[in-house]
Nanobody, 120 residues
Framework: QVQLVESGGGLVQPGGSLRLSCVGS????????MGWYRQAPGKERELVAT???????NYADSVKGRFTISRDNAKNTVYLQMNTLKPEDAAVYYC??????????????WGQGTQVTVSS
């Protein structure tokens, strides 16, 4: 069983930066891909970024060039560096982990979420 705990959310002004962290536990974590989804009020949950076990990242078009996902396997931690934040980035951000085969990612473990608010 993989358990995930996010941290790092908060209030930031437009154009600002935040770094989210997610610490995981569980024997499968080292071979799982990890990722971040987000969900804003009244909207569907959407994939933000994933990172494979080998460190290969993928991003949603809406965050390319602004967000960077990384992982430290020794610490069982995945990070999401968010720069040049926009009001539309405001959402609850969820860390997740699961198998990834090719481009198909199946997030089967989820954290509790951390709130990101972008407002002046």
């Amino acid at each position: 069983q993989v358990q995930l705990v996010e941290s790092g959310g908060g209030l930031v002004q437009p154009g600002g930066s935040l770094r989210l962290s997610c610490v995981g536990s569980g024997s499968m974590l080292s071979i799982y891909a990890m990722g971040w989804y987000r969900q804003a009020p009244g909207k569907e949950r959407e994939l933000v970024a994933t990172i494979a076990a080998n460190g290969s990242p993928n991003y949603a078009d809406s965050v390319k060039g602004r967000f960077t996902i990384s992982r430290d396997n020794a610490k069982n931690t995945v990070y999401l560096q968010m720069n040049t934040l926009k009001p539309e980035d405001a959402a609850v951000y969820y860390c997740n982990a699961g198998p990834k085969i090719g481009s198909y990612y199946n997030p089967i473990n989820w954290g509790q979420g951390t709130q990101v608010t972008v407002s002046s």
